[in-house]
């Protein structure tokens, strides 16, 4: 890798961090109390620092998102850090997740939105991508 190329590199992995830049293959975004809960569970739970998001069909009208904490990246999961934490989805979920956004509010807990309008600046998001 070329010098140019690391700065750029590092600009873009810096940016990505901040939610200022969204990639083309972006899969789902978090707002910030959303990563913050989740960085707290982490912190509460140690031994599981894998934040893992799944989604289901419940009938031909409802889905199901389940999040769990777990041990290790699974091999077929698409993985990205944020902050420091490693949020894991199924390859077999990505598609599904695009578009999605997760938030946390107190006292109602996670919420899946999806967003028909990806470049919210409102709702504050950081990218999965």
């Known amino acids: 890798m070329q010098k140019g190329e690391r700065l750029n590199a590092k600009f873009k992995s810096f ?6 830049i969204e990639s083309e293959i972006s899969i789902m975004r978090l707002t910030r109390s959303a990563l913050e809960r989740l960085t707290v569970l982490v912190l509460e739970h140690p031994e599981d620092p894998i934040v893992r998001v799944q989604v289901k069909d419940l009938d031909e009208q409802r889905l199901s998102f389940n999040i769990t904490l777990e041990d290790r990246v699974q091999p077929d999961d698409e993985a990205q850090v944020v902050d420091g934490l490693t949020v894991a989805i199924p390859a077999a979920n990505a598609a599904r997740m695009k578009g999605i956004i997760m938030d946390f ?3 109602d807990g996670f919420k899946f939105h999806h967003s028909d309008q990806p470049h919210d600046l409102r709702l504050d998001l950081i990218n999965l991508n």
């Open 15 to 20: 940016a990505w961090r901040m939610g200022r």
């Open 105 to 107: 509010q107190d006292p």
